[in-house]
């Protein structure tokens, strides 16, 4: 079945630093690949998307490249911020079929950042 | 993006009683509607998908007598948590699709029960 692995958290950086988040899958067919942000306390939030290979989504200064070849969809962001502490969760979604729409989550990734 | 609103954000109920929670999609019309568990500092769990007027499909494990799911309009998806148990304390999200929508799934603020 369908699979999506994050790298294990927690992450800590202080402001300002780079930020990478891995993210690899497994899949039958051709997903689409999504990031979703979690604040404290909230639902979840899509932060950015990707439907076929070599797109890339961004959004708020994230973006993410979707790697056929290597089967990941890493979160990048050149200069966090405080703000940007939250859950982050990989996604995928199958298309067509009876799992269409159904979202295949990671586990999360928590990101604190310090001023 | 949609807007999708859930209610209540939060219930404190006894065991043995049910709590129902209710998620609307407010500017659009959802297709389908899914219901998910989180458990502290894990992911989200996938309980079960429903179309608007149809019976829901829910996963594996998850028990649909224990977790009533009704789909009565295009706006509208209710979760019941009937006979709740300490057990059952969680965090309860639910998120809606349309196909107009490119199928992305938009999420509500999430319930957080806790049963006595």
């Not at chain 1, 979604?93 to 979202?103: D, F």
């Not at chain 2, 859930?6 to 709590?19: A, D, E, L």
């Not at chain 2, 297709?31 to 829910?58: C, D, I, V």
Request: hydrophobic residues 35%.
């Amino acid at each position: 079945g369908d699979s999506v692995t994050q790298m294990e958290g927690p992450v800590t950086l202080s402001e300002e630093a780079f930020l990478t988040i891995n993210c690899t899958y497994t899949a039958t067919g051709y997903p689409s690949l999504f990031w979703y942000v979690q604040y404290p306390g909230e639902g979840l939030q899509l932060l950015l998307k990707a439907t076929k290979a070599d797109d890339k989504g961004s959004n708020k200064g994230f973006e993410a490249t979707y790697r056929k070849e290597t089967t990941s969809f890493h979160l990048e962001k050149g200069s966090v911020q405080v703000s940007d502490s939250a859950v982050y969760f990989c996604a995928l979604s199958e298309p067509g079929g009876t799992s269409y729409g159904k979202l295949t989550f990671g586990q999360g990734t928590i990101l604190t950042v310090h001023p | 993006g949609a807007v999708v609103s859930q209610h209540p954000s939060r219930v404190i109920c006894k065991s043995g009683t049910s709590v129902k929670i209710e998620c609307r999609s407010l500017d659009f019309q959802a297709t389908t509607m899914f219901w998910y568990r989180q458990f502290p500092k894990q992911s989200l769990m996938l309980m079960a998908t429903s179309n608007e007027g149809s019976k829901a499909t829910y996963e594996q494990g998850v028990e649909k007598d224990k977790f009533l799911i009704n789909h009565a309009s295009l706006t509208l998806s209710t979760l019941t948590v009937t006979s709740a148990h300490p057990e059952d304390s969680s965090f309860y999200i639910c998120s809606a699709s349309a196909v107009l929508a490119k199928n992305i799934q938009y999420f509500g603020a999430g319930t957080r029960l806790s049963v006595l």
